[in-house]
């Protein structure tokens, strides 16, 4: 992956040369002689609300979203409440915060799925009068049985009931006098067709269950194949742009256009669905996580929710150079992990506040420091943005630092902290030079004690010698901050915990959240909040954790180490 393939989503003069064939297509259609010639690109974002949206959604999300701004469209919002069985309010209002946040609008375009049960019964009915559709008694089982194969066409005995039968249960199914799986409305198309999809395919199924929004008074419910072409059409969508799975369905979405007095005829487009490896997409396993508590909710930070990466770091920027930078293609295929972290390093490393924070600490004592003297130091808030201007540090006798910045017997190659050891760099400090180290009762060392040079203030010496030993962070004592830091790493040990025979529960990673207590932080971050991020100075991204960080019981999430597994190119 290169930067050259950074596709734009944006224009405020009108569209830029088209970068993948979505946008050769638009670009086809709306110009002269084109299907929707002088027309404004309409499109539209139809989630389910039954989970929160996760990365996988955004790129979907982005494609929508993004397209119709590209060609100076609209895209509306549709929640897909077809199917009542696990849609909740909560989900509505979580999507919607959800595309808020990734700097996404649909102005006064929401909809639901459910505003068109009206309309949509109506088109069936229509169906059934023009002698497209009929009421089937197969059970289950029968209509597997009798869906054939590839050289045996399907069959239904109930497919020539005549049209006024057929109203007359339709419409009693719809009063609720049947029971589940008593009947089905069918479409007639062909039964010998060699798409499945177009085998005279259920359109209704009854359903006894309460509707969020519409309570109980459907008992009836549209498949989504008949409802999404109806939906579109009614809203005037010029290009329904969906993942790949729907390819085989497309027949099926252009007959229902064709053949319902529907006002407009939308144009369906494919597109590959995004896959990451070390992680799953699907809601049904997402939420088996969330309700079996192997995470902590659907915000978890470990999660691939939309809400997870917010709350661990992620920032928008991130996401949507992600999804612009993989392209959009017609073959499936998976992208590391490690680009989705490379995107938010890159984001963070120019935009988010340096600060020094330790997380095993071990106290420093500067025996030649005048006791009870401190003083301050002035730092930058962000090399790479010195609008960000600096801030000041205390400094004084008693500091914290890293416990493996420590040795008292030293490995080879060892540039740290060790008895006799070279000069070290106290970041934006001083130089100092390893005396010896405090052990408690049991051997273990407590305390590490050094001398500092008075003259090397700043780190930099004036006179221009060489420090061989390395840069360290560190913490004055007296004004440190307690927090708790919580690590995160992938949430499976296998790259594709999908694959195969493979129980996805039997891959997750035991050590994907490590929580440290006692971490030590400079004075500046005591009123941090979210969504503040900071570079931890040699530790990684952190971010101030949205549900459980308070005033006085700081918490960070690590949101990404510094160092870089992406390869570009690789």
Sequence with gaps: MSDETIISTQSREGPAPSQNFIHEFIAEDIAPGGRFAGMQVHTRFPPEPNGYLHIGHCKALIIDFGSAEKFGGICNLRMDDTNPAKEDTEYVDAIQEDIHWLGFDWGDRFFYGSDYFEKTYELAVGLIKKGLAYVCELTPEQFREYRGDVTTPARSPWRDRPIEESLDLF???????FPEGRYTLRAKIDLESGNFNMRD????????????????????????????????????????????????????????????????????????????????????????????????????????????????????????????????????????????????????????????????????????YPEGQSETLEVENNPNDPGTGTRTVSFSRHLYLESDDFLETPVPKYKRLFPGGPECRLKGAYLITCTGCVKDEAGNVVEVLAEYDPLSRGGDPADGRKVKGATLHWVEAATAVDAQVRLYDNLFTDPDPDAGDKNFLDCLNPNSLEVLEGCKLEASLADAQAPAHYQFLRLGYFCVDSKDSKPGALVFNRAVSLKDSFKPGK
């Design 171 to 177: 419409e009693r199914m719809k009063n609720g006098e």
């Design 201 to 368: 395919p259920v359109l209704y199924r009854i359903r006894y269950i309460e509707h969020h929004r519409q309570g109980t008074k459907w008992c009836i419910f549209p498949m989504y194949d008949f409802a999404h072409p109806i939906q579109d059409a009614l809203e005037g969508i010029t290009h329904s742009l969906c993942s790949l799975e729907y390819e085989a369905h497309r027949p099926l979405y252009d007959w229902v256009i064709q053949n319902t007095d529907v006002p407009s005829k939308p144009r369906q487009i494919e597109f590959a669905r995004l896959g990451i490896n070390y992680t799953v997409m699907s809601k049904r396993k997402l939420r088996k996580l969330v309700e079996e508590d192997y995470v902590s909710g659907w915000d978890d930070p470990r999660m691939p929710t939309l809400c997870g990466l917010r709350r661990r770091g992620y920032t928008p920027v991130s996401i949507r150079n992600f999804c612009d930078r993989i392209g959009v293609a017609k073959a499936t295929s998976t992208v590391e992990y490690a680009f989705l972290e490379h995107c938010l390093r890159e984001d963070l490393n120019e935009h988010a506040q340096r600060a020094m924070a330790v997380l095993h600490p071990i106290k420093l004592t500067i025996t030649n």
